[in-house]
């Protein structure tokens, strides 16, 4: 789990069909010494993973990555150019325990597209 260590959710606010939290990285998380040292970037798996937290916290349920059908990478990020991040999540119900999901995660004002993404989850 990345949330509480790696990033913290400052805040939630949902509007017509989306979820958005606003997200603050941890610069001095142990994953940026290694990815990279001097330079850190936000590694992508934790991009997606950042996205799967805020959807179980959205659902009060652990979910299970099945599939993901896109996840476009449009700009680096890094906890010093970005140590704020907004995260507009919409999670559709295919079935009882199958969700949909569309993200992006962008800079707060939404100016900045830092990835794309679509994904398909399970619960646990």
């Given at each position: 789990m990345l949330i509480g260590d790696f990033f913290t959710?400052?805040?939630?606010?949902t509007n017509d069909d989306e979820t958005l939290y606003?997200?603050?990285?941890?610069?001095?998380?142990e994953i940026y010494k290694g990815h990279f040292?001097?330079?850190?970037?936000c590694p992508g798996v934790c991009n997606v993973q950042t996205i799967r937290e805020c959807?179980?916290?959205q659902?009060?349920?652990k979910l299970r990555i099945d599939s993901i059908a896109l996840c476009r990478f449009a700009a680096l990020i890094t906890p010093q150019n970005?140590?704020?991040?907004?995260?507009?999540l919409h999670i559709e119900e295919k079935d009882e325990n199958n969700y949909l999901a569309t993200a992006k995660i962008t800079?707060?004002?939404?100016?900045?597209l830092y990835l794309e993404y679509k994904g398909e989850y399970s619960a646990e």
């Open positions: 959710i400052e805040q939630i606010t606003l997200t603050k990285l941890n610069a001095d998380h040292p001097g330079d850190p970037i959807a179980e916290q659902l009060g349920k970005a140590p704020q991040l907004l995260i507009a800079s707060p004002d939404s100016s900045i």
